[in-house]
């Protein structure tokens, strides 16, 4: 790739007309400190005599990178007309695109050969022509870093006024929400213009603006080291003033996705570029400067820098009608404008710049997206996090006058409708609680959003553009369930998608917003069960004057979270007593695996196949102090998971660039659509899940596993576990445990204290045995199974750096073997116990009347459980149509989860279909013409906008039964002299809960 910056000559094979006039300028530049001047006339051309090296794109490539064209114009005065790019072989044209001219300033342009440009470009093409506007006699341009050609990923070109042609295609695509700023903007506006401002209006923006003021704005000291070192960055930017012109570094995202991978640094650094995000930094800490000094020869020079800063940003191109070349992740970069410039609103006013700025503000922000079809809204983490706030800046900042109106309220309408649970698998938030993003549940990102959106919802709270109860409901339980699922602050790792560090943790600021947000029913001022949550969560050691507001008023914080949850949108069961929690989770055809990129998550292809993690320890409780440790961590052993044990260079993930809907990532998708959870009267519940894994790995391995949770006991069972894998052992863990001492014991029996270090341990259990780890919890392991135990020096690998890494571990496994047949296992976990309580429940399994609970059944149609302290009787049933004639179920028609607890006279069940139906039969384009099941992005299929399709679950129970109040999910079918059927309604793979009495035939 060769880059005309024209830094220094007139390149030797450039030419043009007689009437063009072509120098070397200083007056503008964009890289490097010089430009191309041309000043031409209305027949004026250039042409650029060079190899162009286009190469057609081959299907099936490593890369799904296009090769492009790129260039910078500068511009002195916007013109309704265009220049023409053409590009061919000499004399013929091949293909060709228009550069719109209506702007002043920099902009570029990046434009896909193949996708984008008129024609059809040819391997061959050697010149390029570049032609005049036709409408004006004469007039001058700038160009800068002309590319003839450079590999982009097809993702990330964005169209914009100048090449509103470019990549169409991204407005229906994963990227959307970055590059769609055009399609935003024109919109047709949902509502009219009113007439006028009615009174409570105008002062909901003044409390709005108010709130955001105080949100926004932190006094300061400013010492005269602060105002000096202020001025030293500034001077660093090299922004200088020369009549009109103002110069300066160029400012730009830090992707640099234009440049080949193998040059970039060097183009980087030839470009001296500042970095957006540094930038508009800046801008925030010179506007809260401002704001906070009173001395006014500071606030002189501070209020020149700012305007500084705006007008250079301005003439780099970021100013309305641009998108830069690509906004993609753009948001991350440009949160602090939209403060600065609120902050600062009043100077720009008398600067006369206000206008412009909001115009910089709306287009950016993507406010246009708040006129989308109320049908085709979709909420967005990713914009609740870095550009929410910016679009309501942006409206706030608007003169109050009716137009504000209409699009305050627009924004009142599309917020709320962002905040609706989402069908199928569309952000941001679930019926169950789950946050969506990557078509997943995602708390890392889930926290950025919590912290964009509730300050908004606060914002915005106890005016008349208070979001619609149903949204304030919906993302009010996605909050709490954040605090079910993290104990006390971090997440399970089973959630940690490509960051399994251990140490992501929800933020506790969200909480207070949406305590001060009110109820949902816009009643009360302060939601108090939040608040009370807040105050559980609150870092003590931080001042907190809401704290202090809400203790009084009588809120005390909430006891730690006891019950047990279900979030099917996850595929994750919840369960907690006292101070720990409990979390499985799996996969299924709809929800992915795991996700890998080249430098995240390598080895982690195992994080969800019936993952069972305990966090009970620390103060407060962490996954450090529970067990997980990265370094040196067995990648195959995520406890409760049934593997295909291998080296761990094996594992590494093989990360591909799948189709144009995604970048370089893995997120294998299984063929089953068994995996979730159940709960019962909130205090029980069950996980289970059909695991089939990838072909990509390890296609012939497939298991039956589920995972039942009474009180302190978590009984895990296995069925049905195969594959074909001679070479590595199939293994289910029981527990992987970091030793911070290499001397912490592991018990095993009443006679055995394990302190050694290193230890190995295998052997057939022929009775049963227990164990008792250093983290408090035990373990019940039945007869016939093959017992592992380790306590050894782990040599793994880092999962993002891929270096070597080791650590001490305590670990324990049933093995299946090589190539197992109908492997099955099962085992129970008592947490947080001792000696003596595993001991006695060890012993009393020995005993039909004593044993708390007895497997029923374990093969491949269903695993089934009855707890006898509770009376209650759990059935994970993975086959239709089969004759389950175990305890009160007679059969089923439909692969579901059930619990049945006995109340004397009336049983309460619990009910759901763990399939989210977001699809039915098999997608042709999973499978290649053999047959076999192949790699797709996730981003690709249809379904995941789909709706769930509803389904009826026919149950048929023993003994005449009645439905017990009203139910709208459940109704009797038919009933006989000594049977009952129960049609139970499923939707979005919800639980169902009702209660049957006795009745008479």
């Known amino acids: 790739m060769k880059i005309f910056s024209f830094d220094h000559d007139i390149p030797q094979h450039l030419g043009w007309d007689e009437d063009s006039d072509l120098s070397i300028s200083d007056r503008h530049y964009k890289y490097g400190s010089h430009s191309l001047q041309w000043k031409y006339h209305s027949h004026s051309y250039l042409r650029l005599t060079e190899r162009v090296e286009y190469r057609p794109f081959q299907e099936g490539a490593t890369s799904q990178e296009r090769d492009s064209f790129v260039v910078w114009i500068y511009n002195n005065e916007p013109l309704a007309d265009v220049l023409t790019f053409q590009l061919g072989r000499q004399e013929e044209v091949d293909c060709e695109f228009e550069f719109h001219l209506n702007f002043r300033g920099w902009r570029t342009a990046w434009v896909a050969y193949e996708r984008d440009m008129r024609g059809v470009p040819h391997p061959e093409m050697d010149t390029l022509t570049i032609r005049a506007p036709k409408t004006v006699s004469t007039g001058t341009l700038y160009i800068n870093q002309l590319m003839l050609n450079t590999p982009i990923d097809p993702r990330f070109h964005t169209r914009d006024k100048q090449v509103p042609f470019v990549n169409l295609e991204a407005d229906q695509k994963a990227n959307a929400h970055w590059l769609s700023l055009l399609a935003f903007e024109e919109l047709e506006r949902r509502h009219r213009i009113p007439d006028v401002i009615s009174s409570e209006q105008q002062w909901a923006h003044g409390v709005m603006s108010q709130r955001l003021e105080e949100l926004i704005f932190q006094a300061r000291i400013v010492a005269e080291e602060d105002f000096l070192q202020m001025k030293g960055t500034f001077s660093s930017y090299g922004i200088s003033r020369r009549g009109d012109v103002i110069t300066g570094r160029p400012i730009e995202l830090p992707f640099f996705d234009h440049y080949p991978q193998a040059d970039k640094e060097r183009l980087k650094a030839l470009a001296n570029s500042i970095q957006l995000a540094a930038y508009t930094d800046f801008m925030l800490d010179i506007a809260t400067s401002y ?105 706030l900042i608007m003169p109050d006058a009716p137009l504000k109106v209409r699009e305050l309220t627009a924004f009142r309408e599309w917020l709320s409708q962002s905040l609706l649970p989402a069908h199928g698998l569309r952000s941001a938030y679930k019926l169950d609680g789950s946050a969506y993003h990557h078509v997943n549940h995602y708390p890392a990102y889930a926290i950025g959003g919590f912290l964009g959106v509730t300050p908004v919802v606060y914002l ?77 969560l609150r870092h003590h050691e931080e001042k907190s004057e809401v704290a202090e507001q809400f203790l009084a008023k009588g809120i005390t914080p909430e006891e730690d979270p006891n019950g047990h949850w279900t979030m099917n949108f996850a595929a994750l069961a919840i369960h907690r007593r006292g101070s720990w929690l409990v979390g499985a989770r799996g996969h299924s055809r709809y929800l992915w695996a795991n996700e890998s990129y080249v430098s995240a998550n390598l080895y982690g292809r195992y994080i969800s196949h019936g993952h069972v993690q305990i966090m009970s320890q620390g103060e407060p409780i962490t996954n450090e102090a529970s067990g997980y440790h990265h370094d040196g961590w067995d990648w195959n052993r995520w406890p409760g998971t049934t593997t295909v044990h291998k080296p761990i260079p094996e594992l590494r993930s093989d990360v591909r660039n799948v189709d144009t809907f995604s970048g370089f990532e893995e997120m294998l998708l299984s063929d089953e659509t068994y995996a979730g959870g159940l ?66 014991p592991i018990w095993v029996n009443d006679q055995t204290q394990i302190d050694e270090f290193p230890y190995a341990y295998e052997q057939v259990l022929e009775e049963p045995v227990w164990l008792l780890d250093h983290l408090e919890n035990g373990y019940y392991i039945p007869a016939g199974q093959t017992l592992s135990i380790s306590k050894d020096t782990q040599h793994s690998k880092h999962q993002a750096a891929d270096a070597d890494t080791q650590g001490d571990f305590a670990t324990a496994w049933l093995g299946h073997g090589d ?19 595993i001991e006695a429940f060890s012993q009393h399994m020995q005993s039909l009347e004593a044993a708390p609970y007895c497997v029923l059944q374990k093969d491949r149609n269903a695993h089934i459980v009855k707890d006898h302290a509770n009376q209650t009787t759990a059935y994970a049933l993975f086959e239709a149509h089969s004759s389950v004639d175990t305890g009160w179920i007679v059969e089923t028609d439909t692969p579901a989860m059930i619990m049945i607890r006995e109340a004397n006279d009336e049983l309460i069940i619990s009910a759901v279909d763990p399939d989210l139906r977001l699809y039915e039969g098999i997608e042709s384009d999973q499978y290649d013409a053999e047959g076999n099941r192949v790699e797709v992005s996730v981003y690709s299929r249809d379904w995941i906008h789909a709706e769930s399709i509803p389904s009826t679950i026919q149950l048929t129970l023993r003994g005449h039964w009645l439905l017990k109040g009203d139910c709208e999910s459940a109704r009797i079918a038919a009933n006989g002299d000594d049977y009952t059927v129960v049609a139970i309604e499923c939707e979005n793979a919800m639980p169902r809960e009702f209660v049957l009495q006795k009745g008479q035939p």
């Open 291 to 395: 704001r906070s000094i009173e001395d006014p020869s500071w606030k002189d020079d501070l209020q020149v820098m700012f305007i500084d800063l705006l007008d250079h940003l301005h003439d780099q191109g970021w100013a309305y009608g641009s998108s830069q070349g690509t906004v993609h992740h753009f948001g991350y970069n440009f949160r602090s404008f939209y403060q600065a410039v609120f902050l600062m609103r009043d100077e720009l006013e008398l600067a006369e710049r206000l206008q412009r700025t909001q115009n910089t503000m709306y287009w950016y922000s993507g406010a246009g997206r708040i006129h989308t079809p109320l049908n085709e809204i979709e909420g967005n983490i990713d914009i609740f996090n870095t550009t929410l706030q910016g679009i309501l800046a942006s409206l």
């Open 460 to 536: 915005i709270s106890g005016t008349v553009y208070r979001i619609d109860g149903l949204a304030h409901k919906s993302v009010r339980k996605a909050l709490l369930a954040m605090r079910l699922y993290c104990n006390k602050y971090e997440w399970l790792v089973s959630l940690s998608s490509r960051h399994p560090t251990g140490k992501g943790a929800l933020e506790v600021e969200p909480f207070k917003y949406m305590a001060l947000s009110g109820t949902p029913d816009g009643l009360q001022l302060v939601d108090q069960e939040v608040a009370a949550a807040y105050l559980r």
């Open 819 to 837: 190539a197992p047949k109908q492997g099955s296992y099962e085992y129970t976990i008592l947490v947080k116990t001792d000696r003596d309580s």
């Open 679 to 744: 709960n019962l009267e909130g205090r029980s519940g069950m996980f289970a899940m059909k695991l089939h894994e990838h072909p990509k790995y390890e296609g012939s391995h497939r298991a039956r596993k589920s995972v039942f949770f009474f009180d302190n006991r978590v009984i895990c069972l296995g069925s049905d576990i195969e594959n074909s894998n001679t070479v590595y052992a199939t293994e289910t863990t029981l527990f992987q445990n970091h030793l911070a001492d290499q001397g912490n």
